[in-house]
């Protein structure tokens, strides 16, 4: 059965500092693959996603996470933190993505930003 | 585009009563809504997946008569918690699917319910 595992539960950063949250997945065939942000009082919300193609997916608000086959990862980054990045985030992913597919979600990591 | 509204956003109610919770699309038409469930500090785990005019399809472990669901609409779906109990307490968050969207359009998510049962 495919799983999401995101290892840190919790990460702080200084802001301006970079970030990368790291996300595992296990799946036989190459999945689809996805990173949200979830903030208090809102829903969640897609920063991107890889399908096919070229491996380093680029995001919103900055954002960008690579695929990497060989390690089955597919981890976020950000160069530079800024502070209303704090959130919890979530990788998921799909094994068929039509009608918007079957998510299943990682843990989460929640991000903490030091001024 | 492409927004999700969840009603209420919060409820509290006695031990043993139903509640419904309303996912809508407000902007587009949704064939496809998911409901998911969302323990403290935990990941959100499907629940089901429910299709515009059938019967919802549930996960594995998910008590389909506990967890009633109607998609009567292209822009509304509902979850009834019946005979609710303090286990049932957790934050509910719905999904939908573009009719228009197609093989590579994403889940469009609502804020999310938080119930509480006494």
């Known amino acids: 059965a495919q799983s999401v595992t995101q290892p840190d539960i919790h990460i702080t950063v200084s802001e301006g500092a970079s970030l990368e949250l790291r996300c595992n997945y296990s799946?036989?065939?190459?999945?689809?693959l996805f990173w949200y942000v979830q903030s208090p009082g809102q829903g969640l919300q897609l920063l991107l996603k890889?399908?096919?193609?070229?491996?380093l997916v680029q995001g919103i608000k900055g954002f960008e996470a690579e695929f990497k086959r060989s390690q089955s990862s597919f981890n976020l980054r950000k160069p530079s933190v800024h502070w209303s990045d704090a959130a919890e985030y979530f990788c998921?992913?799909?094994?068929?993505?039509?009608?918007?597919?079957?998510?299943?979600f990682g843990q989460g990591t929640e991000l903490s930003v030091k001024p | 585009g492409a927004v999700v509204s969840q009603h209420p956003s919060r409820v509290i109610c006695k031990s043993g009563t139903s509640v419904k919770i309303e996912c809508r699309s407000l902007?587009?038409?949704?064939?496809?809504m998911f409901w998911y469930r969302q323990f403290p500090k935990q990941s959100l785990m499907l629940m089901a997946t429910?299709?515009?005019?059938?019967?919802?399809?549930?996960e594995q472990g998910v008590e389909k008569d506990k967890f009633l669901i109607n998609h009567a609409s292209l822009t509304l779906s509902t979850l009834t918690v019946t005979s609710a109990h303090p286990e049932d307490s957790s934050f509910y968050i719905c999904?939908?699917?573009?009719?228009?969207?197609?093989?590579?359009?994403?889940?469009?998510f609502g804020p999310g319910t938080r119930l509480t049962v006494l």
């Open positions: 999904s939908a699917a573009r009719t228009s969207g197609g093989i590579g359009d994403t889940q469009y």
């Open positions: 799946y036989g065939a190459t999945p689809y």
């Open positions: 890889y399908f096919s193609g070229d491996t």
């Open positions: 998921a992913v799909a094994t068929f993505y039509n009608q918007g597919g079957k998510l299943i």
């Open positions: 902007d587009f038409q949704a064939t496809t």
């Open positions: 429910s299709n515009e005019g059938s019967k919802a399809t549930y």
